[in-house]
Nanobody, 128 residues
Framework: ELVESGGGSVQSGGSLTLSCVAS??????????MGWYRKAPGKEREGVAA???????NYADFVKGRFTVSRDNAKNKLYLQMTNLEPDDTAIYYC??????????????????????WGQGIQVTVSS
């Protein structure tokens, strides 16, 4: 199970940090690639940021330099620090996990909703 927290409403230029806590994985949390996705109104779900089991990261171009993904394997947690938020960042943000042996797709920010684990999502709203 993946449970997101930390969402909310913020003005343009503001910051938020999302958290995701994992439980119930078949293998240890540190054996999973982790990532953040989002779905804005009227748009398809898209990849935002990902982090591998050994800490390599990948970001969508539209968040580079503004968002930072990190993980704490001791706490089974994933984070997304979001700064300089823009109205276009308004979306439901989802945490995702994929076992590293079969989870290369997550590191490329590919959307595969039928694979891996997905959280229920959390709303982030940025007003201008």
């Amino acid at each position: 199970e993946l449970v997101e927290s930390g969402g909310g409403s913020v003005q343009s230029g503001g910051s938020l940090t999302l958290s995701c806590v994992a439980s119930g994985f078949a293998y240890g949390y540190n054996q999973y690639n982790m990532g953040w996705y989002r779905k804005a109104p009227g748009k398809e779900r898209e990849g935002v940021a990902a982090i591998s089991t050994d800490g390599r990261t990948n970001y969508a171009d539209f968040v580079k330099g503004r968002f930072t993904v990190s993980r704490d394997n001791a706490k089974n947690k994933l984070y997304l620090q979001m700064t300089n938020l823009e109205p276009d960042d308004t979306a439901i943000y989802y945490c995702a996990a994929a076992f590293a042996g079969r989870g290369g797709w997550l590191l490329t920010l590919t959307v595969r909703e039928s694979q891996g684990y997905w959280g229920q999502g959390i709303q982030v709203t940025v007003s201008s």
